[in-house]
């Protein structure tokens, strides 16, 4: 199970264009191609952060001339529009390397639980920021929960409940025991929930994209979760003048750094906790590194590893 980051498609510091992700994207999948090198069985989750934060904006800037979509049609959206990215780079990338694998892109919905406390406590920011005068404006237009993230950058916020359930888990795991690469969940999944006639709704809520990889991770009955994030190792002390890079590790021993709170809240830290959930149900190691230190950590000589006694 890999859990790919939004940014390594559409990195900091880029406008973003589909040239340049797809640029990106091409680059990512010859790191990800060692994996498939030692012919692993593969399922792919990626995060869709810029992506979505592109959606909106356009969607702000012509909201007058074209009915704004709700934040999970924006989920689905991104699932296609990336999927269809990664998918025809892979085909490509297996194409060369004269590899006879198919390439699925599947458009998910993840059943969350509509009172799961998350979702009376929005926290999660999306989309472009802007100041406060900006913001208020459209916040009342659209009935947007707002706050600042840093001073005078103010951007909407939305619940980020965990999810519950993967809809059609039996038909991803078939595919992926048939040998196909599979593209599930991405951005973590489309949120919905069971109304009271027990009917699917959406939601505007973002799943943590690596909780659902993990809990991909238990319905395949993975036995390896790659999280690809932005930097080589995870740290102690992150960004201080003691910090100090975590090699390999149990899961105990990432359980009492997590207590310990040297983790980041939006960064490192549900990557540690879904890397807990996943050694918990079927799973015997955790990666969790950057894309171009994927073949170290393949021979087990860079990343953070954690694993299973």
Known sequence: MIALGGNALSPKGETGTIAQQFAKTRESLEGIFNLIAQEYQICITHGNGP????????????????????????????????????????????????????????????????????????????????????????????????????????????????????????????????????????????????????????????????????????????????????????YLNYDKQNEEKIGKITPDQAKQYLDEGHFQAGSMKPKIEAALYFLKYHGEKVVITSISNIQNAIEGMSGTIIRNQ
């Open 51 to 234: 992506q979505v934060g592109d959606e909106l904006l356009r969607m702000d800037l012509t909201h007058d001339a074209v009915p704004a979509h709700p934040l999970g049609v924006c989920v689905a959206s991104t699932q296609g529009s990336i999927g269809y990215m990664i998918q025809q780079s892979l085909q490509n990338l297996l194409r060369r390397k004269k590899i006879d694998r198919e390439v699925v892109t599947f458009i998910t919905q993840v059943v969350v639980d509509f009172d799961d406390p998350a979702i009376k406590n929005p926290t999660k920011f999306i989309g472009h920021s802007y100041a406060k005068n900006e913001i208020e404006v459209l916040a009342q237009k659209f009935d947007w929960e707002i706050a600042e993230q840093n001073p005078g950058k103010w951007r909407r916020i939305v619940p980020s409940p965990l999810p519950q359930y993967i809809l059609n888990g039996i038909s991803l795991k078939k595919l992926v025991d048939h040998g196909s690469i599979v593209l599930t969940a991405g951005g973590g999944g489309i949120p919905v929930y069971y109304d009271e006639n027990n009917n699917l709704e959406g939601l505007d809520a973002v799943i943590d994209k690596d909780y659902s990889a993990a809990l991909m991770g238990r319905i395949l009955k993975a036995e390896e979760l790659w999280i690809i994030t932005d930097i080589d190792h995870a």
